[in-house]
């Protein structure tokens, strides 16, 4: 059956009524994708009736995620909806050719999502949105999976389009991530092998709620507070450096010394494909071991867990995707 999604990250010119054309709209692979629609139903109460009297439309919440195995080429407009700014890579990059995508203001884009439940026209429907934004982007790398992003967004209006399903040489060619393709250093040094699970979680906080009187739609696309970047690192029972930089700020310490000091490595996370050619990465300032979690019980493997927060101005944080 034809299901799809494709994105646009070409700029709205007017937030949420500017309509793509259809050649500017790229196919991606996805696992799922939830696209729900609150009305926002204002119920009119009055005193002489013991239910509502009437209903009308409200303030419109449409909003959704998107999630599948991370596949940059594929997911970089919404990785750069997120991100907000792209700049082409450099000889300082781990990566010297294709994009970066840095912090900056969420930049709007648009989805179509079609279903197909039989052929024939009656039973396909395609559903565009304007004004979309992506609200937050959550990346799960575990020991022998596949590497999975997630998306969660939300947009100003919706129509109905003309169910167009995009043919195989429409998608990419690109391998999606595994585990044993991705490789983690912290402050420059080689790579860490000892790494079971990671999680990165990147909260634009994008504001839902810029409603105004004379329309039921958001107005525009933007952000109420600092963006938070999160995680956590659950290494092997046999690691200790980083589990002591975790309890006491350095990977030699045995103590807390009376600063409270707190470790903060640098990070990077870098994606090869199946030839072991790097495609794609990812990297921070500063991530701050603000934490552990640790679990013993019998003989079974402790589980080592630390979680993190990251720092730095807005230039320290990139996404790195290949030509």
């Known amino acids: 059956m034809g299901r799809y999604l494709k994105a646009s990250i070409v700029a709205e010119t007017v937030y949420g009524e500017t309509v793509m054309a259809a050649n500017q709209f ?9 696209y729900p629609v609150d009305r926002g139903l204002l ?16 303030a419109l919440k449409v909003s959704g995620s998107i999630e599948g195995n991370l596949r940059p080429k594929q997911m970089k407009q919404l990785i750069e909806s997120c991100f907000g700014d792209s700049t ?8 010297t050719s294709g994009t970066k995508y840095t912090l900056s203001m969420p930049k709007s884009m648009q989805l179509k999502v079609g279903e197909q439940t039989q052929s024939g026209g009656s039973y396909e429907m395609e559903l565009d949105y304007q004004g979309v934004g992506v609200k937050t982007m959550n990346l799960t790398v575990n020991s022998k999976e596949f590497v999975t992003a997630k998306f969660d967004w939300f947009a100003k209006i919706y129509s109905t389009g003309t169910y167009t399903a995009p043919t195989a040489s429409e998608y990419s060619v690109e391998d999606p991530a595994v585990f044993y393709n991705a490789l983690i250093s912290f402050d420059g040094g080689s ?13 634009r906080k994008v504001d839902e709620d810029r409603y105004v009187i004379g329309d039921f739609t958001v107005q525009e696309l933007g952000i109420n507070g600092l963006t938070d970047i999160s995680g956590d690192i659950t290494f092997t029972e046999k690691e200790y450096a980083q589990f002591k930089a975790a309890l006491y700020g350095a990977a030699t310490a045995t103590t807390l010394n009376t600063t409270n000091p707190i470790a903060k490595p640098s ?57």
Do not use: C, H
């Open 88 to 95: 082409a890579l450099g000889v300082l990059d781990p990566i």
């Open 191 to 203: 790579s860490v092998f000892n790494v079971k699970s990671m999680s990165i979680n990147i909260d």
């Open 43 to 58: 119920l009119e109460e009055n005193i002489e009736s013991y239910i509502p009297v009437a209903a009308y439309g409200g």
């Open 267 to 323: 990070f990077l996370m870098m994606f090869t494909d199946q030839a072991e050619v790097n495609k794609a990465f990812i990297k921070f300032g500063a991530i701050n071991f603000g934490g552990t979690d640790t679990t013993m019980t019998g003989q079974n493997v402790i589980e080592k867990k630390i979680s993190w927060k990251a720092t730095g101005d807005a230039g320290s944080f990139a996404f790195g995707i290949a030509t």
């Open 26 to 34: 790229a196919p991606l692979r996805v696992k799922s994708i939830s």
